[in-house]
Nanobody, 126 residues
């Protein structure tokens, strides 16, 4: 699976960004996808994951971020609203064939996936 993220950039606190993860080399319908982020000096953390029937959000982003997928456009999206000073990081997309797992288990399993994008930088600053 080949993943390419886009949509990052500089935004003011309270602003919005929409990240995209373009998927190729696989049939999207068979995969679970996740967004992870890593800030300088911090460990990579799970932000949100999506299967074909369920979603998961980390507590820090619940209510502000929305994950979605469009299997016909081969793209996974992360709509980020009300961006906060603790949101800046490189955001990565990951994929894994974990549809038999619950979404939370699959989200953990994605950490060990071999399929990651190159990341897109999100900066929040006034």
């Amino acid at each position: 699976v080949h993943l390419v993220e886009s949509g990052g950039g500089l935004v003011q606190p309270g602003g919005s960004l929409r990240l995209s993860c373009e998927v190729s080399g696989a049939t999207m319908a068979y995969y679970t996808f996740g967004w992870f982020r890593q800030a300088p000096g911090k460990e990579r953390e799970g932000v949100s994951c999506i299967s074909t029937s369920d979603t998961y959000y980390a507590g820090s982003v619940k209510g502000r971020f929305t994950i979605s997928r469009d299997n016909t456009e081969n793209t996974v999206f992360l709509q980020m609203n009300s961006l906060e000073p603790n949101d800046p990081a490189v955001y990565y997309c990951a994929a894994g064939a974990f549809l038999r797992q619950t979404i939370r288990t699959a989200c953990n399993s994605l950490r060990e996936s071999d399929s990651w994008g190159q990341g897109t930088q999100v900066t929040v600053s006034s």
